[in-house]
């Protein structure tokens, strides 16, 4: 048995929330208001009703023309929130102009060197309308896309607004990303307009992004123009006529700028995520639904008042920061925290270090980052005073048993309860996940949020309790993604035909006897490496893309920190010599390819791969081996004696 598993069973405590907790939180004011006893009641009525539900949180946000209808559900398709028109940035900025909000912080920023810089609602406002007079100037208008290339510094929220208050369509790519993955995005988007910085701090060195970007350009015709923010006061090579620094622009802008009136169905941003071939897939959110669906869970699963100090140490590149430090803590006029470098930089003190200094009330970030930690030590949390926190979050991966008791114990004081988010880039918000009133059993994600229909399922659709299987949706939420970009195909194909009508999620899942969900990973070749989800395909392709390799098979390794690390079988061509500098070149093309997240943590140099008699590569039998487990049925294998070739490196 492994040991993870062996910790799950023996971890068998149920963690209540205080009744300090449960008597403050705006779920439990809210169901008093509508009169309901507890979540069975709450999830009931909402099922019964989502409508009546989703109307009701609407009702606080501002529509220039309030909705008719609030749901149009023809599976797939879904319309929320129909005829009616907003902005997304004016809720989550102009309004707060016009009230108490406007001289509130929106962003306390730290840079990985130390600097500070403090953002009110007011000067964020007047920052995004001078970036959107920008846009307009080199020629944005409604429904163009714009791809940003940012790190994790204040420009990069307000280029999204900027984009959104226009009605153009953001793309953001990590900035750990390579440049070549970049100019694929763009491409995919044909954006009009790239945006990015002359380079970052990350881990005491700078990170040159801006020439990086200089050598893509001339592969993505799109682009007219490449606005530049001056960061890292790094040397940036510029193209005359193409290139415009912001901070040169910036002076002749004014600081108002109408906000357009968007449909609730219009566009908001496409953000690409990994699926199981090689070509990552444009998942499209609109400016209504998600607008309501991330304040919501916001509002209910974190609890946010008027006075916390928020921090989701997620980086905005992916959709956790989207949703959870762009725009669900600007719709509530929430302060955030934001910060640029590495957590452990320059000691693993860091990040409570922040959560000390500006009293963070709710503290949300990654299984792997608490792994990391607890391997340096609880000595570290121990050297700050955290007792303002109030509730903790996690995200992006499943959280073992281990780390939820060691995050509990060290960083939230015993006190603080977690709350274990499931969803995806797709759902755009949270999905299956505690309420700050529930009852907590460490490695669960508990429940679905309320008017949400969440099933197990085995390979005919019908529901399992108990056994692993198929994690599937059964009915609409807001913030659900419309499209794939410029792929309706495949959006079909890879959500909606498994099971007619009900979303696929890829990921298996059990349900125990209670009724709360347990997250087991992903059932296609989709890998999670510190909470990235990077795809087989995607890394098998850059690696054949080298000249000297003719084939390749990539898995995931389960490992204590990062979830799962990159194992990569390749077959070289004929005649190339085989050293161990060749598995370091490999590695660093992979860099190049897609990003330092991608790269292999070993490469295998094989002479032959397990494959079907179509030529398949069987990936299932490779992962058995690298886990130590049986390889199973492989009397479809063409080729048997490949798998223990799998054993023999070449260059060792
Ligand atoms: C995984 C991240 C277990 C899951 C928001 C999902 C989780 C994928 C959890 C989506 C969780 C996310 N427990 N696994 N609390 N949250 N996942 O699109 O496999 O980057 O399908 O969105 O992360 O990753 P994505």
Known sequence: ?????EALLKEKRVFNPSTEIIEGSNIKKWMDKHNLKDYDELQEKSLENPQWFWNEIAGELEWFQLYKKVLKWDPPNVEWFLDGKTNIVHNALDR?????????????WEGENGEVKKLSY???????????????????????????????????????????????????????????????????????????????????????????????????????????VQHAGVEAVMKDGRDVWWHEIRDGMDSECETV????????????????????????????????????????????????????????????????IVYAPLIFGVTSIMYEGAPE???????????????????YTAPTTIRMFMKYGEKWPQKYDLTSLRLLGSVGEPINPEAWVWYHKHIGGDKCPIMDTWWQTETGMHIITPLPISDLKPGSVFKPFPSIKVDVVDDDGESIIGGGGHLVIKSPWPAMFRNLYNNPDRYMETYWSTFPNIYLSGDVARQDENGYFWIQGREDDVMS???????????????????????????????????EVIYAFVILKQGIKRNSDLKNI???????????????????????LPKTSSGKIMRRVIKAKVKGEPVGDISTLANPEAVDELDKDLVI
């Not at 169905?265 to 959110?285: C, M, N, R």
């Not at 699963?301 to 140490?313: G, H, L, N, R, T």
């Not at 989800?533 to 389960?558: F, N, P, Q, T, Y």
């Open 586 to 608: 490999l590695k660093n093309h992979v860099r190049n390819e897609i990003g330092p997240i991608a790269s292999p943590a070993d490469i295998i140099l094989v002479s032959d």
């Open 122 to 228: 007011n000067d964020l406002y007047m920052e995004v309308n001078r970036f959107a007079n920008a846009l307009k100037s080199l020629g944005v208008e409604k429904g163009d896309r714009v791809s940003i290339y940012l790190p994790m510094i204040l420009e990069l929220p307000i280029a999204m607004l900027a984009c959104a208050k226009i009605g153009a369509i953001h793309s953001v790519v990590f900035s750990g990303f390579s440049a070549k993955a970049f100019a694929d995005r763009i491409n995919d988007a044909g954006s009009k307009i790239a945006i990015t910085a002359d380079g970052f701090n990350r881990r005491g060195k700078v990170i040159h992004l801006k020439n990086k970007v200089n050598e893509i350009l001339k592969d993505t015709p799109s682009i007219t123009n490449l606005l530049i």
């Open 261 to 324: 009136s968007m449909d609730s169905e219009d566009p908001l941003f496409i953000l690409y995520t990994s699926g199981t071939t090689g070509k990552p897939k444009g998942v499209v959110h609109v400016h209504g639904g998600y607008m309501v669906g991330v304040y919501a869970t916001l509002k209910f699963v974190f609890d946010m008042k008027e006075e916390d100090i928020w921090w989701c140490a997620a980086d905005i590149g992916w959709i956790t920061g989207h949703s959870y």
């Open 345 to 363: 930089y320059p000691n693993p003190g860091r990040l409570w270090r922040m959560l000390e200094d500006y009293k963070a009330t709710i503290f």
């Open 96 to 108: 707060h102009i016009e009230g108490p909000h406007k001289d509130k912080i929106a962003f306390i």
């Open 1 to 5: 048995m492994s040991n993870e598993l």
């Open 529 to 563: 490496v510190a909470g990235h989800r990077i795809s087989s395909a995607e890394v098998e392709s850059a690696l054949v893309s080298h000249h000297d390799v003719a084939e390749a098979a990539v898995v995931g390794k389960a490992d204590p920190i990062k979830g």
